[in-house]
């Protein structure tokens, strides 16, 4: 079992930038495929990124291709989303997420393990 716990978030401008954490317990986490989602008022929760075991394949929704990358340090139990040029639009809260299986998908209910989650807000 894993526990996750998010960090970074917070208000910003449009086209300002944050660097989301998501710690991790455990000493299995370079197994768990790991993935961002992120869920706005009133809307259901969406796939951001995903990124593989070992952090050599990493996967985005089209909204966020050019602006948003997603990182994985094994070392320190740790994903990262660092955020650019950011909208008004990616205004949500931020949810980290843990597969078991190693294999990362753009669904939510194919993950495992949540984090609480952390607000992002980008005001225009």
């Known amino acids: 079992q894993v526990q996750l716990k998010e960090s970074g978030g917070g208000l910003v401008q449009a086209g300002g930038s944050l660097r989301l954490s998501c710690a991790a317990s455990?000493?299995?986490?370079?197994?768990?495929?790991m993935g961002w989602f992120r869920q706005a008022p009133g809307k259901e929760r969406e796939f951001v990124a995903a990124?593989?075991?070992?952090?050599?394949?990493?996967y985005y929704t089209d909204s966020v291709k050019g602006r948003f990358t997603i990182s994985r340090d094994n070392a320190k139990n740790t994903v990262y989303l660092q955020m650019n040029s950011l909208k008004p639009e990616d205004t949500a809260v931020y949810y980290c997420?843990?597969?078991?299986?190693?294999?990362?998908?753009?669904?939510?209910?194919?993950?495992?393990?949540w984090g609480q989650g952390t607000q992002v807000t980008v005001s225009s």
């Open positions: 997420a843990a597969r078991a299986s190693g294999l990362v998908t753009s669904g939510s209910g194919d993950y495992d393990y």
């Open positions: 455990g000493r299995t986490f370079s197994s768990y495929g």
């Open positions: 990124v593989s075991r070992l952090g050599s394949s990493t």
